[in-house]
C-alpha cells in the first residue's frame, strides 16, 4: 500500500519560510516523478507547484520561481519543498504526489497560511 505523508505547514508571516517534508512508504522515490501542487481557499482545482524526475530535472510554476526549490532525499525515501519569501498568495493545501506509470499517488496534504 502506498503512503505519501506530508508534514511542515503552518502560519508564517510574509518574507518568511518553510519547508514541506513529505516521506513515502511503499513507493520508492528515487526513479520516479514526483512533485508538490497546492489548493487555495476557494478554488476548486489544484494548482501544480513544482516537479522533479529520476535525473534531477526541475520545473516550477512561474509564480514560485526563484523562491521555492523541489528537492529529494533518496536514503530518506522522502521529497521535499522548500519555500523561501512567502506571499500571501502562497496560501494553500499543499500536496505531494508520485507517479509510478500509469498510476498516481497522492498526500493528504498539509496546509500552509501566510500571514500579511
Known amino acids: 500500500q502506498v503512503q505519501l505523508v506530508e508534514s511542515g505547514g503552518g502560519l508564517v508571516q510574509a518574507g518568511g519560510s518553510l519547508r514541506l517534508s513529505c516521506a513515502a512508504a511503499?513507493?520508492?522515490?528515487?526513479?520516479?516523478?514526483i512533485g508538490w501542487s497546492r489548493q487555495a481557499p476557494g478554488k476548486p482545482l489544484r494548482e501544480w507547484v513544482a516537479?522533479?524526475?529520476?535525473?534531477?530535472?526541475?520545473n516550477y510554476i512561474d509564480s514560485v520561481k526563484g523562491r521555492f526549490t523541489i528537492s529529494r532525499d533518496n536514503a530518506k525515501n522522502t521529497m521535499y519543498l522548500q519555500m523561501m519569501r512567502l506571499e500571501p498568495e502562497d496560501t494553500a493545501v499543499y500536496y505531494c504526489?508520485?507517479?509510478?506509470?500509469?498510476?498516481?499517488?497522492w498526500g493528504q496534504g498539509t496546509q500552509v497560511t501566510v500571514s500579511s
Open positions: 511503499g513507493i520508492t522515490l528515487n526513479d520516479k516523478l
Open positions: 504526489y508520485a507517479t509510478a506509470g500509469p498510476n498516481l499517488y
Open positions: 516537479l522533479t524526475g529520476p535525473t534531477g530535472n526541475t
